[in-house]
């Protein structure tokens, strides 16, 4: 009986395994600014953008449905020429914090330069190492990043294969007349600057800090407050270091987006110097943003 039992649980598992992927991704396509065109033809983009994100393996792992990374793709459409799009897209992902309700989010990004064509009812095609379509390059490029951000945040320097999947995409892209893939191209803040960040070593230590704030900070204050806002209010020490190495890099001024709220709830019932502290940091950080963070002190 108990062999027929350790027989059944491991064909659920296997089959559990084989059929949930890693993302549980929310896809929107807004066309409210094209107006009297068909209006099926977005419909029809945006199952299949979902189809591609959610039913694609991004990574080894066996995730079980409750393990699914939690994520969101907002794409905005602007202009519509045929089968042309100009678009942006907003990508967010989340996890949990250990043993709470309590949701973090790892990556909040926004992309202005998401052109891409779509002929309906198209098969939405992807392979490692050749470049498609600007459509489901950008998608794999961004469901990688969102990966390994969460890998990041287990693990110190989890999320580095995923990582170099992304930038497999951005290298493939170089001889592409898409935007939004090359350095300085709009910027620094498209594709190319942020995975570039991603994997640069003089960055190391901010995936450390990465890590360190989501699973020896935030995780650890179920079980003692004081000792996980210890641990961040540290870490944010060597994001300053970093920052002054290598000044407004995307990586880390979109990290700063993702978490001003979070930061100033954490920090908000902190200690009186814990406070100051973290408050100077923040400030040497992102000075631009003094109003967001003074509620620090002001609670």
Sequence with gaps: MKRILIIFLLVISCLFGASAQELKCNVIVNSDQIKGTNKQVFITLQKAISDFINNRRWSEFQYTPTEKIECSFVIIISAQNANSYTASLQIQSRRPVFNSSYYTTLFNFKDENFNFDYLEMSQLEFTEGTFTSNLTA??????????????????????????????????????????????????????????????????????????????LGLDEMSSDVDKGTAVIANSIQVLRDVNRLRPSCVAITSFLETKTDELVNIFSKAPAKEKTDVYNLLMDINPSQSAKYEPILKN
């Excluded at 090359?182 to 995936?207: P, S």
Aim: proline fraction near 1%; aromatic fraction near 20%.
């Design 138 to 215: 950008v998608l794999a490029y961004y469901s990688y990043l969102i990966v390994g951000y969460d890998c990041d945040s287990f693990a110190k320097m989890g999320g580095t294969p995923y990582f170099l999947k992304a930038e497999s995409i951005v290298n493939s892209a170089q001889s592409q007349s898409e935007i939004g893939w090359k350095a300085f191209e709009k910027g620094d803040r498209n594709r190319y600057a942020l995975i570039n960040n991603l994997l640069d070593d003089n960055l190391k230590k901010y995936r450390e800090f990465f890590y360190e704030y989501h699973r």
